[in-house]
């Protein structure tokens, strides 16, 4: 069960130009595990239980890629 209820559950990406790499922070659990497996993680926010709730942390830039989205066939 997530901390965070589903409308406050988020992840967000903002790139420092001048430092070159992504700032993140996430309180949903999914990318809560991968950011702990892939980002240097540097602040985290556990429950009364010790479980972690959300993460804030860099991801260098070329772990972050934005492409052209696919074209569905509606």
């Known amino acids: 069960m997530s ?12 790139y420092d130009v001048a430092a070159g790499h992504w700032r993140v922070y996430s309180t949903y659990p999914p990318h809560i595990r991968q950011l702990i497996e892939r980002a240097a993680i540097h602040r985290t926010e556990v429950d009364d239980e010790g479980r972690i709730i959300a993460v804030e942390g860099i991801a260098d830039r070329n772990q972050v890629r934005l492409f052209k989205p696919l074209i569905s066939k509606e």
């Open 3 to 14: 901390y965070y209820s589903k409308p406050e559950q988020e992840t967000l990406y903002l």
